[in-house]
T-cell receptor, first 113, second 111 residues
Framework: GAVVSQHPSRVICKSGTSVKIECRSLDFQATTMFWYRQFPKQSLMLMATSNEGSKATYEQGVEKDKFLINHASLTLSTLTVTSAHPEDSSFYIC?????????FGPGTRLTVL | KQEVTQIPAALSVPEGENLVLNCSFTDSAIYNLQWFRQDPGKGLTSLLLIQSSQREQTSGRLNASLDKSSGRSTLYIAASQPGDSATYLCAVDNYGQNFVFGPGTRLSVLP
């Protein structure tokens, strides 16, 4: 099946810094990618839908100015957590749409100290 | 290395029928297990989350069970409806590691 990569797999940063997470579709082009996050002991929740060449669509309760999404090419979407705080510590996972099928990245664990 | 499998790969049932979807995983040292629904062109919808210390979770017509020792989970859907048609994914979260998703079961509920 198609492969989606995420980088980095783990990141630890200080409060107030910004962190960028990359999501790449390695062997297919994806006009649509999704970003999810999961807080401890909670379900995985969709944060936003990223469409190549246009603005991302954010789910209710997700701050678009805090979680900047850029989908500048058909193989790359980035999620930037700006001015990260400890409450942003979470597991972030992306997925990319290849036709009707969705392929997931391995995830990024963010820890904000 | 954790591997997750799901049986059957596809299932077609008439409306109103009860059904069971199966998920198996190779490493029982999991943090939790989740069942998701995936509609074509849409993001994941989380259905049920079972922590490693729990044996089952229920939400409406859905019931998920977990048997860690045998590496199995089942998703039971009661009184199926055409709106239940989707792909159902299970995913396991290992301690400190990344999610491992199963390949999914494509469910079609015929009116």
């Amino acid at each position: 099946g198609a492969v989606v990569s995420q980088h980095p797999s783990r990141v630890i940063c200080k409060s107030g810094t910004s962190v960028k997470i990359e999501c790449r579709s390695l062997d297919f082009q994806a006009t649509t990618m999704f970003w999810y996050r999961q807080f401890p002991k909670q379900s995985l929740m969709l944060m936003a839908t990223s469409n190549e060449g246009s603005k991302a669509t954010y789910e209710q309760g997700v701050e678009k100015d805090k979680f900047l999404i850029n989908h500048a090419s058909l193989t790359l979407s980035t999620l930037t957590v700006t001015s990260a705080h400890p409450e942003d510590s979470s597991f972030y996972i992306c997925s990319a749409l290849d036709g009707p099928e969705q392929f997931f990245g391995p995830g990024t664990r963010l820890t904000v100290l | 290395k954790q591997e997750v499998t799901q049986i059957p790969a596809a299932l077609s049932v008439p409306e109103g029928e009860n059904l069971v979807l199966n998920c198996s995983f190779t490493d029982s040292a999991i943090y939790n297990l989740q069942w998701f629904r995936q509609d074509p062109g849409k993001g994941l919808t989380s259905l049920l989350l079972i922590q490693s210390s729990q044996r089952e979770q229920t939400s409406g017509r859905l019931n998920a069970s977990l048997d860690k020792s045998s590496g199995r989970s089942t998703l039971y859907i009661a009184a199926s409806q055409p709106g239940d048609s989707a792909t159902y994914l299970c995913a396991v979260d290992n301690y400190g590691q990344n999610f491992v998703f199963g390949p999914g079961t494509r469910l079609s509920v015929l009116p």
